[in-house]
């Protein structure tokens, strides 16, 4: 999903390090081997964001107590006779869903997760050229 959201950005960068290719002839044999370290980044942004939201998620969904509310709303769906058209699978991804959006939803994390690491990946960059 990140990888869909970043694609763009991504493409941009990708097509501004080529560029400079044709504005100097002298970063001609730099450039792919910048692109190829950046790709190399992307990746790890990509695994650096996502390691932080199973973290999130681990820790909004695993078990806190033995009495958890969120735990005992998902035994009681077991066997619960339901009406037509309710479905076990429905309630139990419901209940996820409520305690995910507690406090600060994943889609929330996931965006300031994404702009703290892309920062840092961009920052990276940069400092190939000696900008930062």
Do not use: H
């Not at 037509?84 to 996820?96: H, K, M």
């Not at 406090?103 to 400092?127: C, D, G, M, R």
Request: glycine share 4%; charged share 35%.
């Amino acid at each position: 999903m990140l990888k869909k959201f970043t694609k763009q950005p991504k493409q941009e960068l990708e097509n501004i390090l080529n560029d400079l290719t044709f504005a100097n002839e002298s970063l001609k044999t730099f450039i792919p081997e910048l692109v190829i370290q950046f790709n190399s980044l992307y990746d790890e942004f990509i695994s650096k964001v996502g390691k932080e939201i199973q973290k999130k998620a681990e820790k909004k969904l695993s078990p806190r107590s033995e009495d958890s509310k969120f735990w005992e709303a998902l035994i009681k769906e077991k066997g619960k006779v339901r009406p037509p058209g309710e479905t076990y699978t429905d309630n139990v991804c419901q209940t996820l869903k409520r305690e995910l959006e507690k406090e600060q939803s994943l889609n929330t994390f996931l965006e300031t997760q994404a702009v703290k690491y892309w920062k840092k990946l961009v920052v990276k960059i940069l400092s190939f050229f000696g900008e930062i």
